[in-house]
């Protein structure tokens, strides 16, 4: 089957679809990428778009699927960095990388997939690869892509100490019993024991049981454990100060999923 280009029209309207995105006005963009998929339907620029979509509503695995057939694609590096972005959210690390890299190879200079191929060559426990493309990044777009934070472990710790120590009493009564442990990514058990998978950037974990699904019949067991993870929350901080309340953002939220609380329960504890 031949490659049919879009028209200039289609695509100036594929250009506001990405404007959109830009703008974080996602419905509007699926309404109007399906106003172009009636006349064009699975075109491999369209298919495209849609799971740049996908991504944005959070649905790693129809970006996937959307991307099926997508390879003809007038900008192949878009679509093995959009299939990569995919596959690193389901956790699929080594296919993430794969895919990165033959983006790379396309473009060499996209500060994003950079920053992807680093944080999935984390997860693979390639350090040195991991930092050299997150300077690549940096070095390409110092403003989206800063670098982690660089803070000592000691003091990390001493920040989430804090932290439990400002919450409510009646909180901190409850985690007594429940260890708060840091470690620097999460585990890929625990992303793909969800389904979907939780996003390895995730910054804390409630796992077990919370307090209102336990009753006194409960054999006894294991409470769980909150989880911090220090490198995603190094991310996502430009300063120790943000970095602290990052932490007890996180700390108050996991918190809440063990207390079983939802949203108005949050507000009424203290921990929205």
Known sequence: MGYETLTETEWEA????????????VERARLELETLQRNRPRHPDLKIVEAAIALDEGEPRAALEALRGAERSADPALFFHLRAVSQYELAGFE?????????????????????????????????????????????????????????????????VQKSLAELPEEVRRHLAELPVVVERLPQREFLIAEEPPLSPDILGLFVGTHLRERSHVDPARAPGAIFLFRHNLLRVSSDVEELEREIRTTVQ????????????????????
């Open 14 to 25: 594929v250009d506001r679809i990405w404007e959109l995105l830009e703008e974080t006005q």
């Open 95 to 159: 296919q993430a990388r794969d895919d990165a890299e033959r983006a790379l190879a396309i473009r060499p200079d996209v500060p994003e997939t950079h920053d992807l191929l680093s944080r999935a060559l984390d997860h693979l426990g390639d350090l040195d690869g991991s930092r050299e493309h997150a300077e690549e990044a940096q070095r390409l777009d110092s403003e989206s892509f800063p670098g982690p934070l660089e803070v000592e472990e000691e003091e990390f710790d001493a920040l």
């Open 253 to 272: 939220h996991e918190v809440g999923h063990l207390l079983g609380l939802d949203e108005d329960d949050l507000d009424r504890w203290g921990l929205a």
